[in-house]
Structures are given as structure tokens and as C-alpha cells.
């Protein structure tokens, strides 16, 4: 008997108990959601309107830098037109049998006569400073400015926040995607212009647009950017088909369409940067989210008032 | 008598070689950057249209220009590469 009256005690205890730890996590889980969401309501709107400003402006910045710089290849490509008007090179390229290897020769010719891999990667990274030092800059003034509003909401429930704790983290995280956005490119096959190491996150960001690996068996030395890639193969292939046509004035035809590839390349180029800069912002997105979640878990415990 | 001759010849054919070069050069006029320029770009088409002619002008060591959508440039003048081709840099927009 008082066996039984002992075990349905426990029980009840048990509940009671049971009840109590629950109301405790439902409660203490409520409060963080709530804490976390006060937290991106702080966050968001600003981190949105920046976004929006970065992506309306700077890669239309980088589209007229990348447009000014072939605009003095352009001066510069008489040359160009003259060798692959050439008898040496009307050989060389018949041996090209696909389009693929005319347009590696034709490339191979332009890095070579007018603008080198090397420097078109230089300008390519100038610009790529340019536009990472003013999103690094937007980063580090949206941060700085989040960290004692956030202090604000958190000074209720601990000690309140340095805030270069609150940047260093975000940084962190952003950095980390950096990296591994870098790793997946590189084991995809599309090695990124970013080295082994990211420095600035804006400048690194921008530099995981990828780099086109040689240009198959015609040009494998040969290392430029992806977009650049892209942009020469709708010119090389008008100028393909005037090499093997050579009739009427074929050279002024290519000297012409030649100018065409600066605003070719700017353009691609441009997509290449809004693609890197919304990438960038789904990140900040996504640190400012986790470290306002681990921030409102770090100090939110179960009999936290 | 024969020496004579042949100094004389020779002194001859002397004096018309440089009297020819001499003339050649003088009829042949060292061209400016800018003229240079002109004649170099007369069918260059840039990103911002084409050069216009009549705007390039020589100004403070650099060459300027137009190109056909309005804008306005200046390059330094080019630099000589290995193969002795003449190779022009980055142009700056005027503002």
C-alpha cells in the first residue's frame, strides 16, 4: 500500500517536474526567439538598404574601370589586327579545326599582342581592391554601428558586449564562407582568381570569380579570367569566320569588331561582380543571423528572468 | 691625274648623298605625339565610340582627344616595346 502510494507520488513529482522543465525550455526558447528577432529587427533594415546601394553602384563602377582600360587595349590593337591578318598566322590557324581551339589561338594572339593574362589579372585585381576597400568599408560601418544597439538589447540579460567581439565574429564567419566558397570552386574545377589565403573579405569576395584553366592544348599557359573568356567568343567568332572567308576589307571588319570585345568584356564583367557581391551579402546575411541566435543562446538560460 | 679623278668623283657622290639626305630630312617633318596619334587611331573604334580626329591635340606632355559619345581623354604618350612597336597605356577621362 504505501508502495503504491509512494510510486503514485513519484509520479505526480515526476510530472510536476516534468511539467515545470518544460514550461522552462518552452519558455526560455520563446524568449530567444523573441530576443533574436529584436535583434535582426535592429540589423536587417540597415544590412538590407546597404546591400541595395552596393549593388546598384559598384558594379557598374567596375564595369566603366574594366571598359576605360580596354578602351586603351582598343589603341593599341593594330597590331593584333595586322599579325592575325598574317600569312604566319593564317597557318598556324588552319591547323585549328574547332572553334573552341580558333578561339584559344585568337586569345593566345590577343594576350600576347596586345593585353597579357598578367596584366588583364592586375587590372582585374586593382578593380577588385577598389570595389572590396568600399564594401569593406559599408561592413565595417554597418558593424560598428550594430554592436551597442544590439548591447542595448542584450544589456537586460548579461554583461554587455566590446564591440570588436561582435565584429571579430561576424568576420569570422564571413571569412570562413569566403574560404570554402573558394574550396568548392577549386575542386569544381573553377579555380578562383583569389589566392591560397583571403585577405580583405570585400577584395576576396570579389576574387572568387573564376579563372578560365589554359585554353586547351592550343594555349594551356594561358591563365585570364573566365568572364574574359566568355566575352572574346562571341568576337572571335566573327573574326574566325573572316580569316577563313579573307574577302573584301576583312581587316577593318576584324579591326572593327575587335573594339566590340571592351564592351563585351565590361559587361560580363559586371555580372561576374554582381554575382560576387551578392554572394558576399548572403553571407553577412547569414553571420549577422547566427551570431544574433548564439548571442540571444549564450545569454538567455533556462532561469533567466 | 687618275687620283685626281677619283677623289673628285668620289668628293662628288659625297656631297650628293648628304645634299639627298640632308633634303629628305628636311622635307620630312618630326610628327608630334599627337599628329602621330591621329594617324595611328584614324579607324580606332574604343568602348566609347570612335576617336574624332580633329580633337586630338598636344597638352602638357600628353596627347587628349574625344571619342564620338562626347567624352573626353588623355594618354601619355606611347611607350616603345621590345619589338619596336609603340604601345599606349590607359587613357584618363577628362573631367
Given amino acids: ?305 | 691625274m687618275d687620283r685626281v679623278i677619283r677623289v673628285g668623283v668620289s668628293g662628288t657622290a659625297l656631297v650628293t648623298i648628304a645634299m639627298v639626305m640632308g633634303s629628305g630630312c628636311a622635307e620630312r617633318p618630326v610628327k608630334t605625339p599627337a599628329q602621330k596619334f591621329r594617324d595611328d587611331q584614324k579607324h580606332t573604334d574604343t568602348p566609347h565610340g570612335k576617336i574624332v580626329p580633329e580633337s586630338v591635340q598636344d597638352r602638357d606632355g600628353k596627347i587628349t582627344y574625344q571619342t564620338t559619345d562626347g567624352t573626353k581623354w588623355t594618354v601619355d604618350p606611347p611607350r616603345s616595346r621590345g619589338d619596336g612597336t609603340a604601345e599606349y597605356g590607359t587613357p584618363q577621362e577628362q573631367k
Avoid at chain 1, 162 to 171: P, Q
Wanted: glycine fraction near 8%; charged fraction near 25%.
Fill in chain 1, 1 to 305: 500500500m504505501q508502495r503504491r502510494q509512494f510510486l503514485r507520488q513519484g509520479l505526480v513529482g515526476g510530472a510536476i517536474a516534468i511539467g515545470a522543465g518544460g514550461v522552462l525550455f518552452f519558455r526560455r526558447d520563446q524568449v530567444r526567439a523573441d530576443v533574436t528577432a529584436r535583434l535582426l529587427d535592429e540589423a536587417m533594415p540597415s544590412l538590407t538598404a546597404n546591400g541595395a546601394a552596393e549593388l546598384s553602384d559598384l558594379p557598374l563602377r567596375a564595369r566603366e574601370e574594366i571598359r576605360r582600360y580596354f578602351h586603351g587595349v582598343c589603341l593599341n590593337v593594330a597590331g593584333f589586327v595586322s599579325h592575325v591578318t598574317s600569312d604566319d598566322f593564317a597557318s598556324r590557324f588552319a591547323r585549328c579545326s574547332i572553334q573552341s581551339d580558333r578561339d584559344a589561338c585568337l586569345t593566345d594572339a590577343f594576350c600576347r599582342r596586345v593585353a597579357s593574362e598578367t596584366e588583364i589579372l592586375a587590372r582585374v585585381e586593382t578593380i577588385a581592391n577598389e570595389v572590396g576597400s568600399e564594401l569593406d568599408r559599408g561592413w565595417s560601418t554597418f558593424t560598428t554601428t550594430l554592436a551597442p544597439k544590439w548591447n542595448t538589447r542584450l544589456s537586460a540579460y548579461n554583461r554587455p558586449l566590446v564591440a570588436t567581439e561582435i565584429t571579430s565574429r561576424l568576420d569570422g564567419i564571413v571569412h570562413s564562407e569566403v574560404l570554402q566558397a573558394a574550396r568548392i570552386g577549386s575542386s569544381a574545377g573553377q579555380r578562383p582568381a583569389l589566392g591560397e589565403t583571403a585577405g580583405k573579405l570585400g577584395e576576396s569576395a570579389v576574387l572568387l570569380l573564376p579563372l578560365a584553366r589554359g585554353l586547351g592544348s592550343v594555349a594551356p599557359h594561358v591563365v585570364i579570367p573566365m568572364f574574359v573568356v566568355l566575352a572574346a567568343a562571341h568576337v572571335w567568332e566573327y573574326v574566325s569566320a573572316q580569316l577563313i572567308d579573307r574577302r573584301g576589307d576583312y581587316q577593318a571588319a576584324i579591326s572593327g569588331r575587335v573594339a566590340l570585345i571592351g564592351n563585351r568584356v565590361a559587361g560580363e564583367f559586371e555580372r561576374e561582380v554582381r554575382r560576387r557581391i551578392a554572394d558576399l551579402q548572403t553571407w553577412q546575411e547569414r553571420a549577422v543571423r547566427e551570431i544574433a541566435n548564439r548571442l540571444a543562446a549564450e545569454r538567455i538560460g533556462l532561469l533567466t528572468t
